[in-house]
């Protein structure tokens, strides 16, 4: 798989310079209107926890950063540094399920704490979810090569110095209180699929940003869903399409590779939420 599809079918978390920055602006725009969120679940349509575990991997965009059969990608840079998303096989295979549960929802492997895993949007992870993802991950033969160790090039070290870039442990301390404005005990499941899902392009205040992804125009405000009806929304998360009909660049691949997995259930809670967001905050 080359850059240019994997760029399409994934929600680039790659916070190093030339690339996105995550949430810094996103934390303070939503700072006084946020409070710690209640860990719902997923719907669960399976009772085998491997298998509810599987779709999670999907719905939480564990196979965008690290391909489709899990065995990682490499993001390397000269300016950057040696940066190779994980090959979960080897990694599930090599850390006790514990482990597992703490580098997915606290950013931290025994030994270090991650570069670039997006840890704060799993923080909230209700314990039978992520024990049913990390499940799931134990499941996986070992394939595909053991990727090196991260270094840190010249851009980044820069970044880390003047505190712009925060490794996976820092923006889960950083991010722990935020989430999606509270509307209500209406909207707290889809409030909570949100934060999980949906913040990391759009920020937790989902306003979007004006930044350019790599391939992608800059994400909209998720406002933008009260001006859809129930089916045109259902369709963009199956397949990508927007309203009339438009093939949508980088949330067409997400749509369908991610989104398509939200149940019925998880789709229209979301799309309550946002047309009642809207409809509060035009």
Known sequence: MNKSMLGVMLLPILVVAGLVRTPVADAEAVAEQTSAIEPFRFNVISTNPVEHGERLSAVLGCIGCHTPDLTGEDWSDPELGVLWTANLTHSAAAFSRHELAVMISEGKRPDRALMDMPSYLFSELHPEDLAALVDYLKTLPVDGAQHPEPTIGPALAEDIASGEFKDSAQWVAEMKDQAPPDLGPDHA????????????????????????????????SLRIVGAYSAEEFSTLMKTGKAKGGRDLNLMGGVSRWRYSRFTEQEVKAIYDYLVEMARQAP
């Open 189 to 220: 499941f889809a409030r909570f699929i949100l934060r999980a899902t949906c913040a990391e392009c759009h920020g937790m205040n989902l306003q979007g940003s004006t930044e350019q992804l790599t391939d992608a125009p800059p994400r909209p």
